[in-house]
């Protein structure tokens, strides 16, 4: 069965510090991966989206994430951390025979950021 | 502006008494979906629809209903509230890449 795992349930860091959030995916062949952000009380944004090609994407709001297949890993990264950057972040893989129509979310990383 | 609305935001009510969360998007997106946001859980879909008329259940359909006359609408109904349906719903539109509603935040008491 599918799962999404993200180990990290809160991470806190201070501002202009980078920032790596991990997400572990169990699924029998490369799913799509993507990476979503909930502002408090807002709906789901997506960040970024890993569907072929190169292993690491760009998105936006100056987030990367590359891709692993050899860990099953799609880590989440930014360089420099932003006050508005506290959010709440999922990790989610949708199954390629069904493209992205049933996501399955990981339970998500709570970021805080620090002054 | 790419958008899907959800109404009502904010929803309390009692065990049993039927309601209905409407959801509409403006992308002329074929595929809808439902999810349900809970502690600790992660999002859960509960219903998706591929297109008009065209539904099939998520992974916690239990307790909900969907209809899809038209494209651009897919709400969600519960027949009989339980305090279990209490949570945050949000619903999504688009294939590969969906977008989310603002989400409804029930309770049911």
């Known amino acids: 069965a599918q799962s999404v795992t993200q180990p990290d349930i809160h991470i806190t860091v201070s501002e202009g510090a980078s920032l790596e959030l991990r997400c572990n995916y169990s699924?029998?062949?490369?799913?799509?991966l993507f990476w979503y952000v909930q502002s408090p009380g807002q709906g789901l944004q997506l960040l970024l989206k890993?569907?072929?090609?190169?292993?690491l994407v760009q998105g936006i709001k100056g987030f990367e994430a590359e891709f692993k297949r050899s860990q099953s890993s799609f880590n989440l990264r930014k360089p420099s951390v932003h006050w508005s950057d506290a959010a709440e972040y999922f990790c989610?893989?949708?199954?390629?025979?069904?493209?992205?129509?049933?996501?399955?979310f990981g339970t998500g990383t709570r970021l805080t950021v620090i002054p | 502006e790419a958008q899907v609305t959800q109404n009502p935001r904010y929803l309390i009510t009692v065990t049993g008494k039927k309601l209905t969360v409407t959801c509409s998007q403006n992308?002329?997106?074929?595929?809808m979906s439902w999810y349900r946001q809970d502690p600790g859980l992660g999002l859960r879909q509960i219903y998706y629809?591929?297109?008009?008329?065209?539904?099939d259940k998520g992974d916690v359909p239990e307790g909900y209903k969907v209809s899809r006359k038209e494209k651009r609408n897919f709400p969600l109904i519960l027949e009989s509230p339980s305090p279990n349906q209490t949570s945050l719903y949000f619903c999504?539109?688009?294939?590969?890449?969906?977008?989310f509603g603002p989400g409804t935040r029930l309770t049911v008491t």
């Open positions: 989610a893989v949708g199954p390629r025979e069904t493209g992205a129509n049933n996501l399955f």
């Open positions: 890993y569907f072929s090609g190169d292993t």
């Open positions: 629809s591929m297109n008009v008329e065209v539904t």
């Open positions: 999504a539109s688009g294939y590969y890449e969906q977008y």
């Open positions: 992308m002329n997106h074929e595929y």
């Open positions: 699924y029998g062949a490369t799913p799509y």
